[in-house]
Each structure stands twice: as C-alpha cells, then as structure tokens.
C-alpha cells in the first residue's frame, strides 16, 4: 500500500468508539490521574520552572511525591524563604547517591522524618534508582516492614550501595503485571538541561512499556507533555474545551527505532502508511490535534509523542 497523507479543516468529528483500539490515554489524566490508579510525582534535579500555582496544584493530586537526590535542593529552594510553605511541601522520599544533596537540605528534610535513602551504585542513575522505589512502595509489603521498623537503622535497612535494586529484583520474580495497579508517574525535571540525562530520560519510556507497563510515565515541562504511545492502535482522549485552551502543537517522534505510522485519525495532517525515521529526516513535527474529542494513532511500534501546553492555562482544568 502506498503511503498517505491528507489536510484536515481545523475540527473534524471523530468516532472514537467505531475504532478499534488496543490503548486509550485520556490527556488531562496525565496530569490530573485516574482516582483508581496509584500515583507518583517524581521531582528530578533540575530548577522547577512550572508556575507555583500548577505545582502545587499538581503536587497535591498525587498520592506519593519522591525526589531524585539533589531535586530535594530544588524543592527546597522553589519556596524562597516561606517556611510555613516549605512545611507543606514535604516529600515521601528523597533517594540517590546523594552527591548533589546539600548539607542543609539533607539536614532539614531528615529532622522532618523524610525517608531519605542512600544508593551509591555508579551503575544506575539516580532516576532509575527513583522508579524502583516507587514501584515497591506501592507493591512491595518487605519494603513497607524495612521502612517502617522504628528502630532507626542505619540507611533505613537497605544495603547502601543499589539495595534498591536487588529489593526490587527480587520482588519483580513474583509481580504478576497484570494484577499490578497501574502508577501513573508524572516526572519534573528531565527533560533539557543536560542533553544525555534527557536521552535517559526518554529510553526510561521506552525502558517501562517494556519491562514495568504498569507504569504509565509523563514528563512535564514548561512546553511539553512528553509519553509513550503503544504500538498498534492508540485512541487519545481529551475534552473540547481543555484541547482549545491547553494544547498546541504535537510531535509523532520515531526516536527509539524507525517505525511505520499504519495511521492517524483526527490530526491536522493525518498519514497512512507513512514510513517515519529520525535517521531518514521523516518525522511528523508541528502537527496537530484536530480531532474534536479524540485522536487515533496506529503505529508498528512504540513512537514517542510530544504534546504541546500553555501551563498558564493548565490550571483552570485540574
Ligand atoms: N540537566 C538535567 N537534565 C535532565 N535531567 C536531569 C538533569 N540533571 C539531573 N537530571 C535528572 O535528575 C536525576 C538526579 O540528578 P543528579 O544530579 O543526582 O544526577 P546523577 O544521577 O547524579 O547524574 P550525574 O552524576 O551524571 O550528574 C538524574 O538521574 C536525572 O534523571
Ligand atoms: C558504560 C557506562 N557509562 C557510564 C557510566 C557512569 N554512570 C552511569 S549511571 C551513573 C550514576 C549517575 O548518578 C554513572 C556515574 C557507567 N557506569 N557505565
């Protein structure tokens, strides 16, 4: 079949029930989770540049809030000097090698009872290091008994050097995926900056659909949602009103592996059988979502999506 791709006006009604579609991603739900799902905010180590209002806003919809070591510095620093503030804000966790930690900021979160876990392993970052506490957090009982044994130990009972790891190796032997709740990861702070921890950032997407699905990861940014789209058929979901305030422009970004785009339904330029590869210049950029109420993307592999927001405007819809 040869390929496609046709204009659209700027609203077409698409029938997102009559297609056939293995996933769904409703776009507030990135931001504003599903109440059934668990739920982590992941603060990594860059300056928090989202408006106060959106963060705490955000903040306060997720059930578990854990920074990535020296994010804590970033958290800390995000309320300028307004303690009765920072009193507020307190994370879950704080885990890394600790190497960008501050002294102060180590000090005022642990007199604040902040789990705070050291790993040193200079085989894995800090983000992944991260991911493994959140998912045995929400599923693992051994880790709940080490963290809330009273008896203070040291580095809470986990081995000091990637504890974290062999926990959750060892918990994942036994973790049927599919009885696992689905988390619904929002993550701050990876995305520019340093250009190889944003690479990381982004094969941590393609790291979790494959090996921890349950995991349904976000990165937000002053500009971007970025995430995952699943292989054969996604419908993306969203209200009128949201779309028309919140949303701008979208990227299909083949940046994993050269794929097929088998088709679109409700962009601007939608395609069929459009063959898209970073190496061969052909990736669908400044498109956008034309559909109504919905979007349809059906690729032959996973492909990564970047929706366009005007964070200004997010607030008035969480
Ligand atoms: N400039 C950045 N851009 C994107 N993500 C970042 C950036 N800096 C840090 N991060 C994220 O925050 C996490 C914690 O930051 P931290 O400074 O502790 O990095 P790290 O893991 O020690 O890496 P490195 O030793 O390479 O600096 C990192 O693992 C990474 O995911
Ligand atoms: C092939 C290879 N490349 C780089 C590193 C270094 N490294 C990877 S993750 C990490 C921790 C960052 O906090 C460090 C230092 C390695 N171990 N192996």
Not at 2 to 28: A, F, M, T, W, Y
Not at 128 to 154: E, R, Y
């Amino acid at each position: 079949m040869s390929e496609e791709c046709i204009e659209n006006p700027e609203r077409i009604q698409i029938d997102g029930d009559s297609i056939k579609h293995r996933n769904q991603v409703n776009l507030k739900e990135l931001i504003n989770p599903n109440k059934g799902d668990n739920s982590a905010l992941l603060i990594l180590n860059q300056k928090i540049d989202i408006p106060k209002q959106l963060f705490y806003k955000v903040w306060e919809l997720h059930d578990l809030k854990i920074c990535a070591d020296g994010a804590a510095n970033r958290l800390y620093d995000y309320v300028k000097d307004d303690e009765s503030i920072r009193i507020k804000y307190l994370p879950d966790y704080i885990i890394g090698d600790l190497d960008s930690l501050s002294e102060k900021v180590f000090n005022y979160y642990k007199e604040k009872n902040v789990v705070i876990i050291r790993q040193t392993t200079q085989y894995s970052t800090d983000f992944t290091k991260c991911v493994n506490l959140i998912s045995l957090h929400f599923n693992s009982p051994k880790f709940h008994s080490l963290i809330s044994n009273k008896n203070a130990q040291f580095n809470h009972g986990i081995e000091l050097e990637e504890g974290i790891h062999t926990l959750y190796n060892s918990m994942t032997e036994s973790l049927a995926f599919s009885e696992v709740t689905p988390i619904s990861l929002l993550a701050l702070g990876g995305i520019g900056g340093r250009f190889d921890q944003t690479i990381h950032s982004i094969t941590q997407l393609y790291t979790l659909s494959k090996e921890a699905s349950y995991f349904k990861l976000c990165y937000i940014t002053v500009t971007d949602l970025i995430f995952l789209i699943n292989k054969n058929g996604t419908l993306i979901k969203y209200n009128p009103q949201f779309r028309n305030s919140c949303i701008g422009n979208c990227g299909l970004l083949p940046i994993g592996e050269a794929t097929v785009i088998k088709e679109t339904r409700g962009l601007k330029w939608d395609v069929k059988n459009w063959p898209t590869s970073v190496v061969n210049g052909r990736v669908s950029s400044s498109n956008r979502f034309v559909g109504k109420e919905c979007c349809f993307i059906d690729t032959e592999d996973d492909i990564i999506l970047n929706v366009e927001i005007f964070v200004d405007k997010l607030i008035n819809f969480l």
